[in-house]
């Protein structure tokens, strides 16, 4: 069997550092004496040679060269790659969706600005700049970028009480994190947020918002940024809900049920009239601004004063395309007081919300993109790179944080998107929006807004995922159970940093703790041995529990006189540490004139503890086959037999006869009298 090397995978970020400065690449044309710059070739060998400096105007023209390449220009430009491919057909279906999804988006924006307890006209002002940024850099044909009912919950939690430039800064501070991070492609960071954890918080954020609405269902008002504060609230102005509020609420909710599944209840329509069904999903996906156009125009007719909690004054115009204020001074809605707020205060402040606005971001925005995407590859460095340019400079126009919405992306990919192109459609129809029809939202009832957010978010609770957990891994439930309780109880922000910080004691754990199998072996010609198989690689968490359990082996089993022999089959890698740890065992092996034998090594894993045990002069064997093996133990049982040969055993045999003496001497100075 031949193979030939294709192509090798590993770290980018690392690849580099693993290669030896000693490394020297040829390159073999005929006549050139001087390779790369650096060596040129004589009859006395290979002689280094003085490299020349390149200058700027070198150097500036191989970045060009690299980074200017088609091929990348496509991938982090994908506007570049599927225009030209653009056609009349692909244009009136995105017209279709965009139009689908600027109906969605306006009562989202208006209901996800007062979660997270801003003006109404700020869930406007997040509505478009991410649809724009999409349409040039995003790398799947139905995601829409904005606010979203998870990101306005968590901004709620460090901006409550502090005025709408505080979110700004928020918004500004996320986007610059979310565009390094994908620059420097750390997109895998949010790999060790296990499924459990994402579970266990999304069903603590749509309790946790759904229970914020309830005081815009019932008319009430106070003070509540948790379920625990809701709750508290609610015992102490209960008898003071409205009717009118609460009937209407009941009917929003039920209406937008009874909307949301018209398809299905009336199916039939789908073999009898197609053209009736496509009405029927129409009104279906258009639910949320039906109802809400609905109930504004009821209460604009009615006689006042209106008998409902309403939206009141919006601004007007299209937000200041400015700066954001990294200085300003507010009075604080809680104790009146005038607040300066300063950029480093505001880090100071809002520390965790460093990491934690930025992985949510990402978090539900690439879990959204495998969704839509199906086979396809996700390429999530490119989102990332998405989310931070929208959240950045969104924060010049007085955006709030925002990120993938999943229930608009699914509204935008059933509609039939056939490129990120609908995003303009939806975000012309935002500034339009905000230009020509603030208005006429100042009758739009908050207990229909909260009705659109509560049935946005209820079905995102996920409790069925318990039960296959508990017949599968019941130990995921920690994980789950930790986050959810955390979260809904101390706060969102330190729920998903306690679910990200037990993914990865879970893995450090199993890092820590690889699977180690203990057999008993002998050879063909009837050597017995004692064989320890690892299940993974040697790193420098695993080395004292693996250092453990093989001596325990050699003591226990091994009875400090058989052969014990590491299977390293599945030992891919080992780290400097491993090859320490081995170091030791080999000493203490030695010590005690017990063969230690590494079996089935990987050369590469060879090199590196070779390396140490050659600095410390400690002897050690290694084999790759059975053969090989079977060799080694033979030596060794031959070194054994022939130890044995070379004793000198006296027996004095004491009785009548004080002169009865026997010896038998094998040529040993070794003396044994019974």
Request: charged share 15%; net charge neutral.
């Amino acid at each position: 069997m031949k193979t030939e090397l294709i192509h090798s995978y590993s770290s980018t970020s690392l690849s580099g550092l693993s290669k030896s400065v000693s490394q020297v690449s040829l390159n073999a044309c005929a006549g050139n004496n001087n390779i790369n710059g650096k060596y040129s070739t004589s009859e006395a060998g290979l002689v280094e040679s003085k490299p020349e400096s390149p200058g700027c105007t070198q150097i500036f023209k191989e970045w060009s060269k690299n980074t200017f390449r088609k091929k990348i220009l496509y991938k982090k430009i994908p506007i570049l790659q599927w225009l030209p491919e653009y056609n009349f057909k692909k244009s009136i279906s995105d017209i279709i969706a965009g139009l689908t999804v600027g109906l969605t988006i306006l009562p989202q924006a208006l209901a996800y600005a007062t979660i997270g307890g801003l003006p109404a006209q700020y869930g406007l002002y997040s509505g478009f700049i991410g649809c724009f940024v999409y349409i040039f850099f995003g790398s799947t044909k139905a995601i829409n970028i904005g606010p979203t009912a998870s990101m306005a919950i968590i901004t709620l939690s460090y901006s409550a009480g502090k005025p709408p430039e505080y979110t700004v800064i928020l918004t500004f501070l996320t986007g610059l994190i979310t565009l390094c991070m994908g620059i420097l492609q750390l997109g895998f960071i949010v790999n060790f947020i296990s499924t459990p954890v994402m579970s266990g918080f999304t069903s603590a954020v749509a309790i946790t918002i759904i229970s914020t609405q309830i005081k815009s269902l019932l008319g009430l008002s106070f003070n509540a940024n948790g379920i625990v504060d809701v709750v508290e609230g609610l015992t102490t102005t209960v008898q003071n809900t409205r009717l009118y509020d609460s009937i209407l609420s009941l009917i929003c909710i039920t209406s937008l049920i009874f909307l949301q599944h018209i398809q299905r209840i009336f199916k039939c329509t789908k073999e009898c009239s197609p053209f009736l069904d496509k009405i029927l999903w129409l009104i279906s996906t258009s639910r949320s601004a039906i109802v809400v156009i609905v109930c504004t125009l009821i209460f604009a007719f009615w006689s006042k004063p209106v008998p409902v909690g309403v939206v009141g004054d919006i601004v007007a115009g299209l937000p200041a395309f400015k700066v954001p204020e990294f200085e300003f001074s507010a009075n604080s809605t809680t104790s009146g007081e005038m607040i300066t707020y300063t950029f480093s205060k505001i880090i100071k402040d809002c520390s965790s919300a460093l990491v934690v606005l930025p992985i949510l971001a990402i978090m539900e925005h690439i879990t959204i993109a495998k969704a839509v995407a199906g086979m396809s590859r996700v390429d999530a460095t490119q989102e990332m790179l998405t989310i931070g340019l929208s959240n950045l400079i969104g924060s010049f126009c007085s955006s709030m944080p925002v990120t993938g919405s999943f229930s608009r992306t699914m509204v935008n990919h059933s509609s039939g998107a056939q490129s990120p192109m609908g995003g303009l459609v939806t975000g012309v129809l935002v500034i339009l929006a905000l230009q020509f029809l603030t208005p006429y939202f100042f009758y739009i009832p908050k207990a229909a807004l909260a009705s659109v957010i509560v049935c946005a978010v209820i079905f995102t609770i996920d409790f069925s995922i318990i039960r296959p957990m508990w017949r599968s891994k019941r130990m995921d439930i920690i994980p789950w159970a930790v986050t959810f309780l955390m979260s809904l109880l101390v706060g969102l922000e330190y729920g998903i940093l306690a679910g990200f910080l037990i993914s990865l004691l879970f893995l450090l754990y199993y890092a820590a703790r690889p699977g180690v199998r203990v057999n008993r072996g002998e050879t063909s010609t009837g050597i017995e041995f004692i064989l320890v198989d690892l299940d993974r690689s040697l790193t420098f968490p695993s080395v004292e529990y693996t250092n453990y359990v093989v001596l325990k082996s050699g003591t226990n089993w091994a009875k400090n006189r058989l052969p014990v022999v590491i299977d390293c089959q599945h030992i891919q890698f080992a780290d400097y540490t491993a090859a320490q740890g081995m170091k030791d065992m080999f000493t203490i092996f030695n010590t005690k004139n017990q063969e230690l034998v590494l079996w089935r090594v990987k050369p590469s894993v060879l090199r590196i503890i070779n390396g140490v045990m050659e600095s410390t002069g400690t002897p050690f064997k290694h084999c790759s086959n059975e053969r090989e093996l079977e060799t080694i133990l033979e030596a060794r049982r031959s070194d054994l037999e022939k130890d044995n040969k070379d004793i000198k055993i006296t027996f004095t045999l004491e009785g009548d006869d004080e002169d009865s003496t026997s010896h038998i001497s094998l040529g040993s100075e070794n003396e044994y009298q019974l």
